[in-house]
């Protein structure tokens, strides 16, 4: 690599670096959300809604589509995601 295209890719990271710190405090505003969701819920099964899922799956490919995102992209993002919550919301579910 040119030491030209070395500082760009130097430069690109580091503005990559900048998003990955938006997105850690994003995930920690939606992570205490989830917490007061989970706090709601009175039963273990509560937990996966696969209706809401699929809205919100649907949602994301439209608006990737608008943004002109590859929604294959965001798809994966958002499964990774909602199925990180599952599993957290399952480890933290106490019963009543």
């Known amino acids: 690599m040119s030491p030209l295209k070395r500082k760009q890719l130097n430069k690109i990271r580091l503005e990559l670096d900048k998003v990955d710190n938006s997105l850690i405090k994003i995930i920690k505003k939606r992570s205490n959300l989830v917490k007061k ?4 819920k ?12 699929n809205i919100i799956l649907k949602n994301i490919k439209k608006k990737s589509l608008r943004n ?7 798809r994966k993002i958002w499964i990774n995601m909602i199925s990180a919550y599952i599993d957290y919301e399952r480890r933290n ?3 009543k």
């Open 93 to 95: 579910f106490k019963k």
């Open 42 to 53: 009175e039963k273990k099964s509560q937990i996966v809604d696969k209706k809401r899922i």
């Open 68 to 74: 002109n995102i590859d929604p294959k992209v965001t």
């Open 37 to 40: 969701v989970l706090a709601l």
